[in-house]
């Protein structure tokens, strides 16, 4: 049977002390409802209803379904949890199970879901309710068991007695239930409690009234059910998860020189023997092959680091092809289109956009090379700017196999230089050049003596 989730993200958020949408907040380079979203497609549920309050066109614009069917209650009032999902039990098809989850609870694993879905099954008049123990339970609903263990009920904290807040077992709001009798549970709800407003957790002494049992289970981490309402909160479960990755990474056999100091905001796939030095963040989807070096303060998006190849420290490479053997840096900077043939090098203050470098060319320094082919062997000298717009269009320019291109050297596209060709220092090349010749565009050097230098007037 199909699952179903609710994810309530109507919230303002105003702890947040901003005028963005709590749950489009990022952590690890992605709105924290995506992160829910993400989840919930990965554990297989086919329908993702979300309940949207506060800039409710900004959340719709900034998130994706994928492959699960997504769409959307408004919520105007903030009337509690239990309001929230009755805005969007209209949409939910009868007799399905359903998940209620939290658009800034953004961590909690497929695998927890799918283990709270299964839990379910065994039972699937009663409720699987999400659970867990805090030494320090101050703020959350408590779980309120009988002689026999069986769950009674949940209070909340500012509801509860001094003997409820005793109480470890928190409840972490996250559950599954049949959607049918959820429609039952949440049109009996009333708002008689401190906060005036309709508590989700009310159903679960419901449930239990009407002769339904609730299962519990707990989380593998406690992180998987951390809710952010500050900015200190975010950043706490930021550097937490982005530790939780490097650990991943570690045990496939990855190395950092500081796993603290590292942030993954998309995907990465590293293969053995890979090095990352301090500060480098990975954004898009990355991929790192084996034995390859990664300098500090490096920024990886969407590109390929091929085996063996070192990235030096504070380069960015974006949406670019390196291949195996490669150097590239420091200070370099790799645009989209960038391919680098094996063994070829990139050295400081380098700016390669939408252009290939074939096998062993280098260009060491400060240079400049765009919309270019550039064969294999090829020696690009210091200074050297491939001049590829002419304000209105772009041209391309073609260096053949074993050029050598002088520095200070201004190739003005389009223009071929010749397999063999050597460009003089300095030159300007705005005709094509042969294979094996040598190009040289001066101004003869002229000298004058006893020269003044201009002074300045007092």
Same mark, same amino acid.
């Given at each position: 049977?199909?699952?179903?989730t ?19 907040? =990022? ?6 409802? =995506?992160?829910?979203?993400?989840? +919930? =497609? ?32 408004? @919520?105007?009032?903030?009337?509690g ?12 098809p ?7 989850l ?78 049918? =009798? ?35 289970? @707990? ?10 309402n ?6 706490d479960?930021?550097?937490v ?13 990855v ?10 905001r998309?995907t ?7 090095v ?14 084996q034995?390859?070096?990664?300098g ?6 969407? +590109? ?132 094996d ?9 002229? @000298?004058?003596?006893g020269? @003044? ?6």
């Amino acid at each position: 049977m199909d699952i179903q989730t609710i994810i309530l993200a109507a919230g303002k958020g105003s702890r947040m002390k901003s005028e963005l949408p709590k749950v489009l907040h =990022q952590l690890a380079g992605k709105p924290l409802v =995506q992160h829910v979203i993400d989840s +919930c =497609q990965a554990m297989g549920a086919s329908h993702c209803h979300l309940v949207v309050g506060h800039g409710a066109d900004l959340v719709k614009s900034s998130i994706s379904g994928g492959r699960m069917a997504l769409s959307y209650a408004q @919520q105007d009032q903030q009337l509690g949890t239990g309001h929230a999902v009755k805005m969007a039990l209209a949409e939910l098809p009868d007799d399905s199970p359903t998940l209620i989850l939290y658009g800034d609870v953004p961590l909690t694993h497929q695998e927890t879901l799918t283990q709270l879905v299964e839990l379910y099954w065994e039972n699937p008049k009663g409720i699987a309710l999400m659970t867990c123990h805090f030494d320090d339970p101050t703020g959350y609903g408590r779980i309120v068991r009988d002689a026999t263990n069986r769950v009674t009920g949940i209070v909340e904290h500012k509801d509860a007695s001094d003997i409820q807040k005793k109480i470890t077992e928190v409840n972490t709001g996250i559950l599954c239930c049949n959607s049918s =009798q959820l429609k039952d549970w949440v049109s009996r709800l009333n708002n008689e409690n401190a906060q005036g407003e309709y508590y989700l957790t009310d159903i679960i002494a419901m449930a239990v009234e009407d002769g339904q049992t609730v299962e519990t289970a @707990q989380p593998v981490n406690l992180y998987e059910i951390e809710g952010i309402n500050t900015l200190r909160q975010l950043a706490d479960l930021e550097r937490v998860w982005q530790r939780e990755l490097a650990n991943q990474l570690m045990d496939a056999g990855v190395t950092f020189r500081d796993p603290n100091r590292f942030d993954l905001r998309g995907t990465l796939s590293c293969e053995q023997g890979v090095v990352f030095d301090i500060n480098c963040i990975i954004e898009g989807r990355v991929s790192v092959k084996q034995g390859a070096q990664i300098g500090a303060n490096v920024i990886l998006k969407n +590109c390929t680091i091929g085996a063996n190849s070192i990235i030096k420290p504070n380069s960015i490479i974006e949406e670019s092809q390196i291949a195996n053997d490669c150097s590239v840096g420091p200070f370099a900077r790799l645009r989209p289109g960038t391919v680098l043939q094996s063994d070829s090098h990139v050295g400081n203050f380098v700016e390669i956009k939408k252009s290939t470098l074939g096998e062993g060319t280098k260009a060491g320094h400060l240079s400049y090379i765009g919309d270019s082919l550039v064969g294999n062997n090829v020696n690009i000298g210091a200074g050297t700017i491939t001049c590829n717009y002419d304000g209105a269009n772009k041209h391309q320019t073609i260096i053949e196999d074993d050029a050598f291109i002088g520095s200070d050297t201004q190739l003005v596209a389009p223009v071929t230089v010749g397999k063999g060709a050597t460009i003089g220092a300095g030159t300007t090349v705005s005709s094509n050049v042969s294979a094996d010749a040598l190009c040289i565009s001066r101004v003869k050097q002229k @000298q004058i003596e006893g020269w @003044q230098r201009p002074v300045k007037n007092k």
